[in-house]
Each structure stands twice: as C-alpha cells, then as structure tokens.
Nanobody
Framework: QARLVESGGGLVLPGGSLTLSCAASGRTGSTYAMAWFRQAPGKEREFVARIRWSSGFIDYADSKKGRFTVSREYAENTVYLHMNSLKPEDTAVYYC????????????????????WGQGTQVTVSS
C-alpha cells in the first residue's frame, strides 16, 4: 500500500513563495503519475498540476501556469510544488495524490482518477 506525506505548508505574505513536498512510500513502484490539488474552504477540490512519473511530463491547470511549478526527485519518490507570487486566493489545503493504476490519462484534472491521497497541508496567504 502506498502512502503520501505532504509537508511545507504554512503562513506566507502575499507575493511570497513557498515550496511543498510530497514524499511517497510503500508500494509506489507502479506509479503512473503524481498530482497536486487544493481545496479552499467552501469550495470543491481543484486541480493544480500533474507529473507523469516515468517521463516527467507535466500538465498544469491553466490558471496556475507561470506561478506554480512542479518538480520531482525520482530517486527519493518525492514531488514538489513550487509556488511564487502567492495571493490570498491561493489559501487552501494542498493535497498530493498518486495515480498508481494509470487511470488519470487525459482526465488528469479529475480528482476521482487518483487512488492514493496525502493528508493535506495548509497554505495561508495573508498579511
């Protein structure tokens, strides 16, 4: 069974930067992709970005391009979300998700396509 643990959340000033980490452990050998989602209070879970594990190809939500960047440390089974020019509306719980079965495909923005989730890490952008 795979396990995902996010870290790096916290309070940041508007315009600031933050990097989140997601470490995968357990049965991750067949990982097809890993993704970041976020959920603000009272809102639905929102896709941020996905990285295909073998190729490193990245899909971004259009609204996140330019400010958010995903990278990975392949040997460490860790994926990162680098966030710049943060805005108060970026405040949310950020979740890491893994697609171990290859079901995300072209529907990479659909949270239901991911079978393993982390516990989430809170990011608050406020002055």
């Amino acid at each position: 069974q795979a396990r995902l643990v996010e870290s790096g959340g916290g309070l940041v000033l508007p315009g600031g930067s933050l990097t989140l980490s997601c470490a995968a452990s357990g049965r991750t050998g067949s990982t097809y992709a890993m993704a970041w989602f976020r959920q603000a209070p009272g809102k639905e879970r929102e896709f941020v970005a996905r990285i295909r594990w073998s190729s490193g190809f990245i899909d971004y939500a259009d609204s996140k391009k330019g400010r958010f960047t995903v990278s990975r440390e392949y040997a460490e089974n860790t994926v990162y979300l680098h966030m710049n020019s943060l805005k108060p509306e970026d405040t949310a719980v950020y979740y890491c998700a893994a697609d171990l079965l290859g079901t995300s495909g072209g529907m990479y923005y659909d949270a239901q396509r991911y079978d393993t989730w982390g516990q989430g890490t809170q990011v608050t952008v406020s002055s």
